[in-house]
């Protein structure tokens, strides 16, 4: 607003006694200010002197000080059909303006000066950009690296407060999506393969996706890097400035794809994070055994449920929550995995020698280990979990029967079979069997937990009217199938139905 002030002030005949004065010969002189940064560009060292006149008069009218060592001077000329960079004279107050150095070594990046904080350089390369970019991840890395958080924490350090700090820079400079992967990706990645204890060829996508579909929400530098273009062009593109949307339509010829998302959604953002996903999506069906488990739970458990495992599984220890993420993409480091990264000869189980020790092998198939009792303690364990909480039932008149200690025996009503819990009020019996399984297997175990108590009628010792068998089945990882879902709606039925 100043400047348009000045600018109509000089064009006064009145004050053109202050040395400024516009003549038809004369190129086109620009004075871009923004707050306290000034730009003067003109077609001539002696225009740009004249118009540097001025601007000190009026920095000395505004207030203003000039700080010549900040100042740079740049030019380019043209020697026929050649540009060059040359060194124009210009002076502020007596005193010689710093110049931006000319290299002719090709070998050397060409010396950058900054407006309005961005570099520009006589090759409008990215070379010192790209240095600059890289250096300030891996030093953001290397200092999260050395702090004792948990893995999740870092991840989140990274995508909530690190990208603040490049987002400016992937922003407005020219970085090829290539480039971006190739040198600030690859980085992350392998900082977050450490933090996760993931080996070289272990698969890291997942982690892009929701909570509810097994990701931590983590974002590559590729990710932001589209985020901002998408910004940028959709800024140029909705602008009030006619010259700037002209600007947008010249350069859309190296935007296509960016371009398209603005033109054909309503919510270009969203559009892109959908994109993204998809992405993931169809890598993820590309990978053979990685994605086995979560493409198998995504069908039989809830995102609901999901997200509820991931919150229980990030407030773990770090040890914990590592192991889970490695088994959740066939990851730990057993015998038949160490074999395949040719860390070790022999696959076999330790405890048992009969089998190779595979993930499904060591976490619910193992002999040695389910005779000593690992299995059934993990079993017992989530039954007493669940009691926990249908104890309160008690309350409501039911008597609760379970298979474990401390508890009445479902052998008093039955003659052979045992179910895990059984609950009785007048002449209604809710019968609940409880599985533990590898992941991939819970739909089969639960089928013959169906069968087998198929007709358990035939077995009671008493005769009851109203029957209600309920099959719930938790995975070795702790993830619990949608099935839980008919034994919280048993449990609110009955609790809504006595209070009523
Ligand atoms: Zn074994």
Redesign the pocket.
């Known amino acids: 607003m100043c400047v348009n002030t000045l600018i109509k002030c000089i064009e006064d005949e009145r004050v053109q006694c202050i040395g400024y004065s516009y003549c038809e010969y004369l190129g086109p002189r620009h004075w871009f200010q923004f707050a306290d940064d000034t730009a003067l560009v003109t077609t001539s060292e002696e225009d740009n002197q004249a118009l540097l006149d001025v601007f000190t008069k009026w920095c000395r009218w505004a207030g203003f000080q000039v700080r010549v060592n900040k100042c740079s001077r740049f030019g380019i000329k043209h020697n026929g059909k050649k540009a060059t960079q040359f060194k124009p004279y210009l002076k502020v107050n007596n005193q010689m303006i710093p110049q931006v150095e000319i290299h002719s070594n090709i070998y050397i990046h060409s010396e950058s000066f900054q407006y309005l904080g961005k570099q520009f350089n006589y090759k409008m390369d990215m070379v010192v950009i790209e240095q600059e970019l890289e250096y300030d991840l891996l030093e953001y890395l290397e200092k999260i690296n050395r702090l004792p958080l948990h893995p999740r924490n870092k991840i989140l350090i990274i995508t909530k407060y690190v990208y603040s700090k490049l987002r400016w820079r992937l922003s407005i400079y020219r970085l090829s999506q290539s480039w971006v992967e190739q040198h600030l990706d690859d980085k992350f990645i392998s900082y977050v393969k450490r933090w996760l204890h993931f080996h070289k060829g272990a698969n890291l996508t997942h982690l892009k996706l929701a909570s509810s579909k097994f990701g931590v929400g983590l974002q590559l530098a590729s990710d932001v890097h589209r985020y901002c273009k998408l910004s940028i062009r959709k800024i140029l593109s909705k602008s009030i400035n006619n010259d700037i949307r002209c600007l947008f339509n010249l350069t859309k010829f190296n935007n296509v794809q960016t371009d398209c998302l603005i033109y054909n959604n309503d919510n270009p953002r969203s559009a892109l994070k959908q994109q993204i996903e998809n992405t993931v999506v169809e890598h993820l069906s590309t990978l053979k055994e990685q994605n086995t488990i979560m493409k198998h739970v995504r069908q039989v458990a809830s995102p609901k449920h999901i997200t509820m495992w991931d919150n229980i599984c990030r407030q773990m220890p770090k040890n914990i929550f590592v192991f889970v993420r490695r088994a959740l993409i066939h990851s730990l480091p057993n015998n038949s995995n160490l074999c395949r990264w040719g860390k070790r000869d022999n696959p076999?189980?330790?405890?048992?020698?009969?089998?190779k020790?595979t993930q499904l092998?060591?976490l619910s198939?193992?002999?040695?280990?389910a005779d000593e009792g690992r299995y059934t303690w993990r079993h017992d364990s989530i039954l007493y979990t669940l009691l926990h909480y249908i104890s309160q039932l008690k309350e409501y008149g039911f008597r609760i029967y379970a298979d474990l200690d401390n508890f009445d025996n479902p052998n008093e009503l039955f003659h052979s079979m045992r179910p895990d819990i059984v609950l009785i009020k007048d002449d209604r019996i809710f019968i609940l069997e409880l599985t533990c399984c590898f992941e991939t297997n819970s739909e089969k175990s639960r089928n013959l937990k169906i069968n087998k108590y198929g007709d358990i009628q035939n077995d009671c010792k008493k005769r009851f009217r109203h029957w209600r068998k309920i099959f719930v089945e938790f995975t070795t990882l702790g993830l619990v199938t949608k099935h839980i879902d008919d034994l919280y709606s048993v449990f609110k039925k009955q609790t809504l139905i006595i209070r009523e």
């Open positions: 076999l189980c330790e405890l048992c020698y009969s089998n020790q092998h060591m198939a193992c002999p040695v280990s």
